[in-house]
């Protein structure tokens, strides 16, 4: 089954901790993108990677870093920094430069008590 | 602000009926996607309209764009209570190529 998934579903963390949520793709596809979704809102970009081993920042790159070392993963570390992380964070790939077409993760609700 | 805003915030209709929604957008753009959400999912593409075409049907949905007004319709003819969700426009714009700017979207709910 191809496709792209994000765990966990739900993560629960305390204020002043990094977590990191983790998203695979086996659609051999180049790039890959991390979204923020806030109720009510659409999505934000916040940082994406065009190629293994380059990432661009998005709209909203402050308190969050990603990596790229494989082409199949694209985790992402929400940092004690981010003022805000309480939120639905959604991950998605593309084939690469000329694809404009997203596929989306199922997502994971993140919660920072 | 967001590149798209679609219009209106949320529909309520019921089965058989026909929903539209529709999406405007800022700066040109090289396409115009719609997505769709169901709550507490990811997205799933729809369709894909170029900026060069101003028309394009996929089963039930029709898509129009009209790029001198900066605008975009969805149609969904015949609604099913399965079309309940929400459904954003994404747009790539020329000058930020693959990156996509969504729509706050429209809450379409389908009663039986």
């Known amino acids: 089954d191809g496709g792209i998934t994000q765990s966990p579903k739900y993560l629960f963390r305390k204020e002043g901790q990094n977590v990191t949520l983790s998203c695979e793709q086996n659609?051999?596809?180049?790039?890959m993108y991390w979204y923020r979704q806030d109720p009510g809102q659409g999505l934000r970009l916040i940082y994406y990677?065009?190629?293994?081993?380059?990432?661009q920042k998005g709209d909203i790159a402050e308190g969050y870093s990603v990596s790229r070392e494989k082409k199949e993963s694209f985790p992402l570390t929400v940092t004690s920094a981010q003022k805000n992380p309480t939120a639905f964070y959604l991950c998605?790939?593309?084939?690469?430069?000329?694809?404009?077409?997203?596929?989306f993760g199922p997502g994971t609700r993140l919660t920072v008590l | 602000s967001q590149q798209g805003e679609e219009d209106p915030q949320a529909l309520s209709i019921q089965e058989g009926e026909n929903a539209t929604m529709n999406c405007s957008y800022k700066?040109?753009?090289?396409?115009l996607q719609w997505y769709r959400q169901n709550s507490g999912r990811g997205l799933v593409h729809l369709i894909l309209i170029r900026s060069n075409e101003r028309e394009k049907h996929s089963g039930r949905l029709r898509v129009t764009l009209d790029t001198s007004k900066k605008s975009s319709s969805l149609l969904i003819t015949a609604s099913r209570a399965a079309d309940t969700a929400s459904y954003f426009c994404?747009?790539?714009?020329?000058?930020?190529?693959?990156?996509?700017?969504f729509g706050a979207g429209t809450q379409v709910v389908v009663t039986p």
């Open positions: 998605a790939s593309s084939i690469g430069v000329n694809s404009h077409t997203q596929y």
């Open positions: 990677s065009q190629i293994v081993n380059d990432f």
């Open positions: 659609l051999n596809h180049d790039a």
């Open positions: 994404a747009t790539d714009t020329t000058d930020s190529w693959g990156k996509l700017q």
């Open positions: 700066t040109s753009i090289n396409n």
